[in-house]
């Protein structure tokens, strides 16, 4: 129990993560003291840094996702932060007075400007205790060397993360109707709402390292698990359809529409020679002008027969996929579950949890 101690507590913290936050703050912090030095004349050989740089390497690099470790969050927050450390020890001479207030007040310049990064904190003291060199630098420290750091620290960052594929900056992608129009995708629309969100934040009263946003779409992963771990003992291959209707890849357009309009199904999954699936087409790609059906056929969504039933919320309420076509381990068809199919069997199960109620005389 005592090695909990060193367990990270960052959610979402893996070894891979932790590794690649290694890799980034090396190439990032000496890349930037280099790059640094040579821009202010100390040549190759000089770390041209600041103090602060290696708090913000740990933000930049090991979680990225944070509000806090944003470029805006980087730059302004260090800058100002060290703007306002120089402007404090330049009217206040007391280094205890003068170290307490410029903290307080980088900490209220940052969040007024939204630019809040703990970092900044450190930033602030070095305007103060910074010695003669940042005496000397006077009002161009905050400027050269802290925004010129923070600046390129944050373009390696972003090169970095971008080609280990990671999301930075930030930003979250919503969920977009595939109606075009202004309702929320389906998904959505049930269990909680965006002001449930709010409200509980108001209600806690607490401060927490994560975009609302990415709060909403947290909860709503979930609720994802939870439905699925509540059905988990429901299968595909419990509900789905087995006599499924199929079309060959080089079939004419207008024999898979005739297939889709006789059987009334919006989903038709297309096989090739060898009967193993290779796309879906429907009425919508079927409007595109083609010769054959492969020329317009979409990306099928599948599953294996021991998949739980419910794991396909997701793709079946994307606004997109019709139905999940249900394949073996060499992709031929064994059935197909459409959204019917689902919403049939998930009432069906609420209506047997449910107690029954009986009637009083």
């Known amino acids: 129990m005592a090695f909990r101690l060193f367990v990270p507590i960052l959610a979402g913290a893996t070894l891979r ?5 290694c890799v980034g703050a090396t190439i990032g912090i000496a890349l930037t003291g280099v790059i640094s030095g040579l821009a202010m004349g100390g040549g190759p050989h000089v770390a041209m840094l600041v103090a602060p740089m290696g708090a913000s390497a740990v933000l930049l690099f090991a979680v990225p996702s944070s509000p806090l470790a944003q470029p805006w969050s980087i ?48 930033a602030a003291l070095t305007g103060v205790l910074g010695g003669p060199a940042v005496a000397a630098a006077g009002f161009l420290f905050p400027f050269l060397p802290v925004a010129l750091n923070s600046i390129i620290l944050v373009t390696l ?37 965006p002001e449930d969100v709010d409200a509980a934040l ?27 771990r509540a059905h ?10 087995r006599d499924v209707i199929s079309v060959p890849e080089h079939a004419i357009a207008d024999e898979a529409r005739k297939q889709l309009l006789d059987h009334n199904i919006r989903t038709l999954p297309v096989v090739d020679a060898e009967a193993r699936l290779v796309g879906a087409v429907g009425l919508r790609e079927l409007t595109r002008p083609t010769d054959t059906v492969k020329g317009v056929m979409s990306t099928a969504g599948t599953a294996s ?33 459409t959204q019917t199919d689902l919403l049939a069997a998930a009432a069906r199960v609420q209506t047997a949890d449910r107690p029954q109620l009986k009637a009083v005389a």
């Open 232 to 241: 988990r003992t429901l299968l595909c291959q419990d509900i789905m359809s």
């Open 75 to 122: 730059i302004g927050g260090n800058t100002i932060s060290a703007l306002v450390g120089v402007t404090v020890a330049h009217f206040v001479h007391n280094p205890v007075i003068a170290s307490g207030l410029a903290v307080a007040l980088a900490i209220a310049a940052m969040s007024f400007t939204r630019s809040l990064h703990p970092p900044g904190g450190a």
């Open 202 to 228: 108001a209600a806690l009263d607490e401060t927490f390292d994560i975009d609302r946003d990415d709060i909403e779409r947290l909860l709503r992963q979930v609720e994802l698990q939870a439905t699925v």
């Open 17 to 21: 993560e932790r590794l690649a936050a």
């Open 305 to 337: 027969p021991d998949t739980p039933a419910m794991s396909l919320l997701p793709v079946l309420t994307d606004g997109h996929s019709h139905a999940v076509v249900i394949v073996d381990a060499e992709r031929h068809i064994l059935g197909l579950i």
């Open 157 to 193: 960052g972003f090169l970095f993360h971008k080609l280990s594929r990671r999301n930075y900056p930030h930003v979250h992608v919503p969920v977009p109707n595939s109606h075009g129009t202004a309702d929320r995708p389906p998904a959505e629309r049930v269990g909680f709402r």
